[in-house]
């Protein structure tokens, strides 16, 4: 079993009912960064271009993002998403 079956088994997801398009590795780096300024128990992890956003100690993501398709996943809206982004 590979690193990112593994990851999978651990995280689960609801149903992220919306998707902001994140542009390029600079605009998802400023988004983590942001994310984890939020709150200091805020996790990223992934790999092979699948990463998920949780609190530390959760299992249930808050966000998805998948590289191949620059989309960020999760129950935010658009406005929640870009204030994290520009913070």
């Known amino acids: 079993m590979d690193r990112r079956m593994k990851l999978r088994d651990l995280i689960s997801e609801s149903v992220f009912r919306n998707w ?6 600079v605009d998802f780096k400023r988004f983590v960064k942001n994310y984890k300024k ?7 992890a992934g790999s092979n271009g699948e990463y998920y956003g949780f609190k530390k100690g959760s299992k249930e993501a808050e966000w998805k993002y998948i590289e191949d398709e620059s989309k960020l996943y999760s129950d935010m809206n658009d406005t929640e998403v870009h204030q994290i982004k520009g913070r």
Not at 20 to 25: D, L, N, R, S, Y
């Open 38 to 44: 939020l709150d200091k128990t805020n996790v990223v």
């Open 20 to 25: 902001t398009k994140i542009v390029g590795e």
